[in-house]
């Protein structure tokens, strides 16, 4: 039989699923913050790069 009155945890496993989901969705958040830094990052280093060996090519 199930219990009668007010349901079991109910509010606590809402609460914990709520607090996860926000904990997973920063994680992501700042894993694509990471990934977008390092590439701009790469980019402005190529593009540095590109000058000096076209200077390279010519001497």
């Known amino acids: 039989m199930s219990k009668k009155g ?6 606590n496993k809402a609460k914990h ?3 996860m ?3 997973l969705n ?3 958040a700042e894993k694509t913050a ?3 830094r390092i590439k701009a990052l790469l ?4 593009a540095q790069q590109k ?3 076209e200077n390279n090519e010519e001497d």
């Open 6 to 11: 007010k349901e079991k945890n109910t509010k």
């Open 21 to 23: 989901a926000r904990k």
């Open 51 to 53: 000058p000096l060996e």
């Open 17 to 19: 699923s709520k607090l």
């Open 34 to 36: 990471h990934a977008a």
């Open 43 to 46: 980019k402005k280093h190529h």
């Open 26 to 28: 920063k994680k992501r």
